[in-house]
């Protein structure tokens, strides 16, 4: 499975933005880039996933770079309900998921 | 609520016995997995069932096992339960008409086991 590098941790001020980045070098053309995050004591939840152009949702935005081998996961507005692990996963034919270690965002108020 | 089930949630039981964990798919969703989540070894897939039948495996252990009924629901049976089998048990589902990567996976609230 292609592999992924996020930072351990990140840290951001409420109601700010917050990029958290994603690495991929390895990403083939059919690889999906999916986020996914799990807040405290929670099961994982979807967030928003991409192929290859920008994608918009009611969470968050998700910016693939034009090589595709980096991509970044875009809050608009942090909020302390935003403190969670952030999960960058690339997805291939199979449709099961295989996480990382993730980027623990701590919002501070 | 992601619309996904999962009952217990929570399960206390001895080394060397046997649980059955349960798992009700979001209305109209034919895959279920099931992923095993421990501090030491973080969110594992452990494996993929779509439509009754078993599609994919990722780490289970021989002493687990699993399958989807014909109403959809899912059961994951742990035996032989050793102390490193605590965990979080978590059950996802997704539409999945193929073998797409494009469709997102709704987690359920997980089953919390300890294994004492």
């Known amino acids: 499975d292609a592999k992924t590098t996020q930072p351990n941790s990140m840290e951001s001020n409420e109601e700010e933005p917050v990029h958290l980045p994603c690495n991929h070098s390895?990403?083939?053309?059919?690889?999906?880039i999916h986020w996914y995050r799990q807040l405290p004591s929670q099961g994982p939840e979807y967030v928003i996933h991409g192929l290859t152009s920008n994608v918009n949702n009611r969470m968050a935005s998700l910016a693939i770079a034009e090589d595709r081998k980096s991509s970044t996961l875009i809050l608009h507005r942090a909020t302390l309900r935003d403190a969670a692990v952030y999960y960058c996963i690339l997805k291939t034919g199979a449709n099961n998921l295989f996480f990382g270690t993730g980027t623990r965002l701590t919002v501070i108020p | 609520d992601s619309g996904v089930t999962q009952t217990p949630k929570h399960l206390i039981t001895a080394t060397g016995q046997r649980v059955t964990l349960r798992c009700s798919p979001r209305?109209?969703?034919?895959?279920v997995y099931w992923y095993q989540q421990s501090l030491d070894q973080g969110l594992q897939f452990l494996i993929q069932y779509y439509n009754g039948e078993e599609r994919a495996k990722g780490n289970i252990l021989e002493r687990f096992s699993a399958q989807q009924f014909p109403d959809l629901h899912s059961e994951l049976n742990l035996s032989s339960l050793e102390l490193g089998d605590s965990a979080l048990y978590f059950c996802a589902s997704s539409v999945d008409p193929s073998e797409s990567s494009s469709y997102e996976q709704y987690f359920g609230p997980g089953t919390r086991l300890t294994v004492t």
């Open positions: 209305s109209g969703d034919l895959s």
């Open positions: 390895t990403i083939s053309g059919t690889d999906y």
